[in-house]
Structure formats: structure tokens, C-alpha cells
């Protein structure tokens, strides 16, 4: 059971990427995604979360209207496009799933101690 997290990069402030999150050795579509980042000196953050059945996502607020969870189970694939990128949105970007769990938990999606499979992470650097 694997996740890889891929499409990091350095772009300028106002500008966009892509993050994937591929998954192999389980049913992608059997199971939730979270998308988490962590800054130097910061705590790991949650920043979204994508439900397997319903397709029910989640974001943190700092992101609301700028990052955009989708899934691709036939790709085995969850991506994160991330719009109007500022300079704080730059971190290590993880992808995660808690095993056995098809929904994110709708009050802690956010909390990574609730998730046991981690991929590495994708480096995003936002600046001019």
C-alpha cells in the first residue's frame, strides 16, 4: 500500500499547480485522500479531503476558493489544483488515507494523526 505525492515546484505568486496523489496495492475508490502541508518550523496542516462514496470534500479556510480536490479512481489519482497561490501556501505537500475508512471524518478530516498511510511529500515554493 503506497501513496506518492508528484507536481511540486517553484511558481510565482498568483500563478497555479497541480498536485497528484497516486495510490497502488489498494482500491483507490474505496477509500478518502487528505492533502496536508507543512511549513519549516510549522506543525503539519490539514488542507483537504476528498470522500470515496460521495465525492464529499473538505478544505481548510485559508484555501477556500483557491484549491480545488478531485479524484480519478480509474487513475488511481487524487489531485489538488491550487490557484492564486501567495507566498504562505509554500510547504511540503502529503498526501494521506486512513485504512479501512471510505469518508473523511467530516469533523477531523484535518487532524493527521487520524491517518496511518503517508506518501512523501512534493516540495511547492510560492515566490517572486
Known amino acids: 500500500v503506497q501513496l506518492q505525492a508528484s507536481g511540486g515546484g517553484l511558481v510565482q505568486p498568483g500563478g497555479s499547480l497541480r498536485l497528484s496523489c497516486t495510490t497502488s496495492?489498494?482500491?483507490?475508490?474505496?477509500?478518502?485522500i487528505g492533502w496536508f502541508r507543512q511549513a519549516p518550523g510549522k506543525e503539519r496542516e490539514g488542507v483537504s479531503c476528498?470522500?470515496?462514496?460521495?465525492?464529499?470534500?473538505y478544505y481548510t479556510d485559508s484555501v477556500k476558493g483557491r484549491f480545488t480536490i478531485s479524484r480519478d479512481n480509474a487513475k488511481n489519482t487524487v489531485y489538488l489544483q491550487m490557484n492564486s497561490l501567495k507566498p504562505e501556501d509554500t510547504a511540503v505537500y502529503s498526501c494521506a488515507t486512513e485504512r479501512g475508512v471510505p469518508e473523511c471524518r467530516s469533523a477531523a478530516w484535518y487532524r493527521p494523526a487520524h491517518y496511518d498511510i503517508w506518501g512523501q511529500g512534493t516540495q511547492v515554493t510560492v515566490s517572486s
Open positions: 496495492g489498494f482500491p483507490l475508490e474505496h477509500y478518502s
Open positions: 476528498i470522500s470515496s462514496s460521495d465525492g464529499r470534500t
